[in-house]
């Protein structure tokens, strides 16, 4: 079944850690992004690439880092959390069809 | 910021009602699409709308966008519990023609609806 994964659904990490949010997509599809998003707050694109190797900034600055070695794999990277970036983070991908989006589930992020 | 403002922020109403909501947004425009987000879950795609389209239906849902007044709305025809959730409209901006490929986001309108 074509879908997209993140995984950890959860994480509570201590500050100073370093951690790789997963995001991984079956439907080959070549566009990919990384939204943050406050609870009941709108989405705020971080981080998107256009294909393997491929990677730009979003709109909103992030610390974060990505990178995309293989077109079904765009895992992002903190160094060092911090209490700042405690948030939920959506990865989505797309066909550039008129199906739009699909966005996995989201990782929830809690950095004490 | 690319987009406006989505009203209202909150809506409750009865099962069987209709419920209407609005997105104002800033930029030229390539498509306009709404989703809907289920509490503390991912978006999922609703309808897409094309900026040479004046409205669009599906199922339940209608659609219209007015491109003169960078406006859209999203109404959902007699409502059900299960469709309480967080609606978010997001547009795919274009600059001198071409799209950024990129969607930008409203803050979304909470819609609960009672039984």
């Known amino acids: 079944e074509a879908d997209i994964y993140q995984t950890p659904r959860y994480l509570v990490i201590g500050t100073g850690k370093k951690i790789t949010l997963e995001c991984s997509q079956t439907?080959?599809?070549?566009?990919m992004y990384w939204y943050q998003q406050d609870p009941g707050m709108e989405l705020h694109l971080i981080h998107y690439?256009?294909?393997?190797?491929?990677?730009e900034k979003g709109d909103l600055s992030s610390e974060s880092t990505v990178s995309r070695i293989r077109t079904e794999h765009f895992p992002l990277t903190l160094e060092s959390a911090r209490p700042s970036h405690t948030s939920q983070y959506l990865c989505?991908?797309?066909?550039?069809?008129?199906?739009?989006?699909?966005f996995g589930s989201g990782t929830r992020l809690t950095v004490v | 910021s690319q987009q406006g403002e989505e009203d209202p922020q909150a809506l409750s109403i009865q099962e069987g009602e209709n419920a209407t909501m609005n997105c104002s947004y800033k930029t030229s425009i390539n498509n306009l699409q709404w989703y809907r987000q289920n509490s503390g879950r991912g978006l999922v795609h609703l309808i897409l709308i094309r900026s040479n389209e004046r409205e669009k239906h599906s199922g339940r849902l209608r659609v219209t966008l007015d491109t003169s007044k960078k406006s859209s709305s999203l109404l959902i025809t007699a409502s059900r519990a299960a469709d309480t959730a967080s609606y978010f409209c997001?547009?795919?901006?274009?600059?001198?023609?071409?799209?950024?490929?990129?969607?930008?986001f409203g803050q979304g309108t909470i819609l609960t609806v009672h039984p």
């Open positions: 439907m080959g599809h070549d566009k």
């Open positions: 989505a991908s797309s066909d550039q069809g008129s199906n739009g989006y699909t």
């Open positions: 997001a547009t795919d901006g274009v600059a001198g023609g071409t799209s950024y490929g990129k969607l930008t």
């Open positions: 690439s256009y294909g393997v190797n491929s990677t």
